[in-house]
C-alpha cells in the first residue's frame, strides 16, 4: 500500500471511529434542566460507515485546480451507498457550489481548507429567501434544501472568499487596506465607496427608483446585475437533523450561515470570523427555525453574531413559522452590530428562548431586540441569564420597535408630547410585540449606554424583568414607552446624565436599585402618559 493511501486508510479508521451507531445520541442533558419550556430532546444526526474521500474522486487540493466535480462526485457516491462520511483532507481544496444530500457529513480534517472560487460565474442565480422575503440570490457555496441528517464536522477550515463580492466603504478600513483593494479593479463611487464588478453598481442604480422591483426584469436583465445577489455562505433550507461541530467559517460574501425553516439544529464548537467591515456580514442567523441547541462557539463578525428572525412582513406573517425552542449556551462575541439578536425580521414571531452563560465584548449592542411599525409578529418569552459584557460601543439592552423608521416614530412621540394633533396607527396584525423577557445576572462594563427600550405608543414593551446585575456605563438607563418593566436589585452606575430614565412609562416597579450618590437627579420620570410608578429601596453604591 503506498503511503498516500496508508494516511488514507488511517483517517478513514478515524472517521469512521468519531461515529459509532451504538452511540449516536448527543444531547446536552444539563442544558434541559429547570428550561422555562417545553422542548424536545435533540440527538445528533447517525451516518452510516461509509467515507469517500474527495482525494480519491480526483480532486487535487493545492489550492489552484477546480474540485467542484469531485465534490459532487463524492456527494453523488456516498448518497448511492444511503450516505456517510465526505472525507476532505488536508490541503487547500478550491472549488464551485456545493450542494449536500441527505445522511452526508462533510468532514474537514486538520487543515483542510475548502476556499471557494473567485470566479463569479461559477455561481448562478437562483430563487431565495434573503432577509426575511422571496428574491434572487447567486447559489450559495454550500446549500441543500428538504434533506435529513445533514453535518458539517472537523477542524477544517470554510472560507467563503467574501471580498470578490462585498462592497466596501472606505470609513470601515485603514488607508493602507483600502487603498489595495480599489487598486484591484472594480467601480469607485464617490471616492469613498467600492463595488466589487460593474453589474452590482448597474443594480444600485437601479434601486434608486422607489418603484423599482426586481421581480419586473427578464432573466437576461437579472443576469446583467447578476453579482449583486450576494449568496449567503451556509444555506440549508427546509432541512431536518443538522448538526455542525468544530470547523471554522469565514470570510462569508453575505450572512455566514443561515438555516431557514430547519428543525432540530445543533451547533456546537464552531468559530464564525468574518471582517469587523463585512457589509451584511451576520454571524448566524436561525430563520424560522424550531429545537435549536447552539454551544461553546466564537462569532467575530462584521453585523449581528447570533440572530433570530423568521420573515419579513406579511410575506413573514403569512409564513406564520416563527422561530423556537432555542437555547444558546457558552458563546463568544467579539465584533458585531450585536451579540444576541432578534428581529429585524421577525413577521413570523419568535418564542421560548434561552440564552445563558455568554460573553460579548466590543460588540455595538449587547441584547439587541429589534423590530418596527409594518413588522407585526410576537416575541415572547425569552429568558436571559449570566451574560458578562464589557466595552459594549451603544446599549448593554435595547428594545427597539423604531428599528429602521428613525425619526418617524420619534417626529411622531415628540409631536403627541406637546399635544399637537396627531392620529397614531391602530394596533393590527402589522403591529410587532415584545413581551414576556426576563433578564438575569447580566454585567455589563464600559458601554455608551446601560440600556434603551423604545416601544411604541399602540403597543408598549410590555412585562420585562430585570433582576441581579450590573451595568458601568457612560449614559443610563432610558425607558420609553414600556409597561410592566420592574427592576429587582440592578446596578447602574452612569459617568453623566441620570441614571433612570422613564418616558411615558405604566406600572413600573424598582426594588433594590443601586446608583452612585454623585448624581444630582438619579431617577427622572416624564411623559403625561407616565403613571404607577413605584420606587423603593434604592441604595447608594459604593464605589471605593
Known amino acids: 500500500m503506498s503511503n498516500s493511501k496508508s494516511i488514507l486508510a488511517i483517517l478513514i ?15 446536552y442533558t444539563d ?37 467542484t466535480k ?52 461559477a455561481y448562478p442565480l437562483v430563487k431565495a429567501v434573503f432577509e426575511g422575503q422571496n428574491t434572487y440570490r447567486c447559489q450559495s457555496p454550500i446549500s441543500g434544501k428538504d434533506l435529513t441528517n445533514i453535518a458539517i464536522t472537523g477542524e477544517g477550515t470554510i472560507n467563503g472568499n467574501g471580498q470578490i463580492w462585498r462592497p466596501l466603504k472606505k470609513i470601515k ?15 469607485l463611487v464617490n471616492k469613498d465607496y467600492w463595488l466589487p464588478t460593474s453589474k452590482i453598481k448597474k443594480a444600485e442604480d437601479l434601486m434608486k427608483n422607489k418603484d423599482f422591483s426586481f421581480n419586473s426584469l427578464s432573466s437576461s436583465q437579472l443576469d446583467s446585475i447578476k453579482d449583486y445577489f450576494r449568496p449567503v455562505m451556509i444555506n440549508f433550507i427546509s432541512c431536518k437533523n443538522v448538526y ?19 428543525e432540530n439544529l445543533l451547533i456546537d464548537n464552531i468559530t464564525i470570523k468574518n471582517p469587523s467591515y463585512a457589509q451584511n456580514g451576520d454571524g448566524i442567523d436561525f430563520e424560522s427555525c424550531k429545537n435549536v441547541i447552539m454551544v461553546n462557539s466564537t462569532i467575530d463578525a462584521g453585523d449581528d453574531a447570533i440572530c433570530l428572525k423568521s420573515g419579513k412582513d406579511e410575506e413573514g406573517r403569512l409564513r406564520a413559522k416563527p422561530t423556537e425552542n432555542v437555547i444558546v449556551d457558552n458563546c463568544k462575541v467579539f465584533k458585531g452590530h450585536g451579540g444576541f439578536v432578534v428581529g429585524s425580521e421577525m413577521s413570523g414571531g419568535v418564542r421560548n428562548v434561552l440564552v445563558s452563560n455568554c460573553s460579548f465584548m466590543g460588540t455595538n449592542a ?34 427597539d420597535l423604531y428599528y429602521g423608521a428613525k425619526n418617524e416614530t420619534e417626529s411622531a412621540v415628540d409631536s403627541t408630547r406637546q399635544n399637537l394633533e396627531l392620529k397614531l396607527p391602530q394596533f393590527s396584525s402589522s403591529t410587532p410585540v415584545f413581551r414576556n423577557i426576563f433578564i438575569e445576572n447580566v ?13 411604541l405608543p399602540e403597543m408598549n414593551i410590555m412585562n420585562v424583568q430585570i433582576k441581579n446585575s450590573k451595568i458601568s456605563s457612560r449614559l443610563g438607563a432610558e425607558i420609553v414607552e414600556s409597561d410592566g418593566v420592574i427592576f429587582d436589585n440592578v446596578e447602574i452606575i452612569p459617568k453623566e446624565g441620570a441614571a433612570l430614565i422613564l418616558d411615558d412609562v405604566k406600572n413600573f416597579k424598582m426594588e433594590g436599585t443601586i446608583y452612585p450618590g454623585y448624581l444630582k437627579n438619579p431617577i427622572e420620570v416624564k411623559g403625561k402618559n407616565s403613571r404607577n410608578i413605584k420606587i423603593s429601596e434604592n441604595k447608594i453604591a459604593n464605589l471605593n
Open 366 to 399: 449587547g441584547l439587541r431586540f429589534k423590530s418596527g411599525r409594518g413588522r407585526g409578529g410576537i416575541v415572547e418569552n425569552i429568558y436571559v441569564r449570566n451574560i458578562s459584557m464589557f466595552d459594549i460601543v451603544f446599549d448593554s439592552f435595547v428594545f
Open 31 to 67: 442544558l434541559y434542566k429547570n428550561l422555562p419550556f417545553p422542548m424536545q430532546k435533540l440527538e445528533k444526526p447517525n451516518f452510516p460507515e461509509n467515507v469517500v474521500s474527495v482525494e480519491e474522486c480526483g480532486g487535487i487540493g493545492n489550492g489552484m485546480i477546480l474540485n
Open 13 to 27: 479508521i478515524t472517521i469512521v471511529g468519531t461515529f459509532p451507531a451504538q452511540a449516536n445520541k448527543y444531547i
Open 443 to 455: 454585567i455589563s462594563r464600559n458601554a455608551n449606554r446601560a440600556m434603551y427600550f423604545n416601544g
Open 244 to 262: 455542525l461541530q468544530g470547523v471554522l467559517f469565514e470570510n462569508s460574501p453575505n450572512w455566514n450561515i443561515h438555516p431557514l425553516l430547519c
Open 173 to 187: 478600513v485603514t488607508e493602507e487596506y483600502w487603498n489595495s483593494v480599489i487598486s484591484t479593479g472594480g467601480v
Open 70 to 121: 469531485a465534490f459532487e462526485n463524492a456527494i453523488n457516491i456516498l448518497s448511492e451507498k444511503g450516505g456517510g462520511t465526505l472525507l476532505v483532507p488536508f490541503g487547500v481544496w478550491l472549488t464551485g457550489p456545493i450542494e449536500l444530500k441527505s445522511n452526508i457529513n462533510l468532514h474537514l480534517s486538520k487543515g483542510a481548507i475548502i476556499l471557494f472560487t473567485s470566479d463569479l460565474n
